[in-house]
């Protein structure tokens, strides 16, 4: 099974999206009652938690 790539960018340094994906969503006038079953959003949240912060790193 091959990954899609992923088209949204990220400011990893501080840790927020440069673009929101929820911007061109078809599901955008029910937000933020659809935030809690987006997969997008679950996607960006795995890759933002496993991501190794280096801030506090000596």
């Known amino acids: 099974m091959t ?3 992923f088209k949204f960018k990220y400011d990893f340094e501080i ?3 440069v673009k929101s994906p929820c911007k061109k969503c078809i599901y ?3 937000f ?3 935030s809690d079953q ?3 959003l679950d996607k960006i949240h795995t890759i933002l938690t496993e991501s190794v ?3 506090r790193r000596k």
């Open 53 to 55: 912060s280096c801030t």
């Open 38 to 40: 987006c997969e997008m």
């Open 3 to 5: 990954k899609k790539p």
């Open 15 to 17: 840790g927020y999206l």
């Open 32 to 34: 933020p009652k659809c």
């Open 28 to 30: 955008q006038k029910r």
